[in-house]
């Protein structure tokens, strides 16, 4: 069974920057595309950002599009999330998930979710 840790939140100051990690374990995600999803308090999650299976395809939200980048690493069964010019509204508990299919950036797609990580933006 597929576990994903995810880690690197915390609390930054609008403008700054986090890096996010989420670590695989149980299943080989190289074949898999990747996700990162965020969900705020009494908000539904949002599908923030997607990678395919070779890193070769990214989809992002109009959100963070120009902010963030997706990227990943094969050989330590890893996905990150950079975020730039980070902005309150960023604030969000942020998991990662698996893609069913090499490459998907449909949300119904995506599953076996991580605990999270909190990012908390202040202004």
């Known amino acids: 069974q597929v576990q994903l840790v995810e880690s690197g939140g915390g609390l930054v100051q609008a403008g700054g920057s986090l890096r996010l990690s989420c670590a695989a374990s149980?299943?080989?995600?190289?074949?898999?595309?990747m996700g990162w999803f965020r969900q705020a308090p009494g908000k539904e999650r949002e599908f923030v950002a997607a990678?395919?299976?070779?890193?070769?395809?990214?989809y992002y939200s109009d959100s963070v599009k120009g902010r963030f980048t997706i990227s990943r690493d094969n050989a330590k069964n890893t996905v990150y999330l950079q975020m730039n010019s980070l902005k309150p509204e960023d604030t969000a508990v942020y998991y990662c998930a698996v893609g069913r299919s090499p490459w998907t950036i449909n949300k119904d797609d995506y599953g076996s979710w991580g605990q999270g990580t909190q990012v908390t933006v202040s202004s």
């Open positions: 149980g299943l080989t995600v190289s074949m898999h595309a």
């Open positions: 990678i395919s299976w070779s890193g070769g395809i990214t």
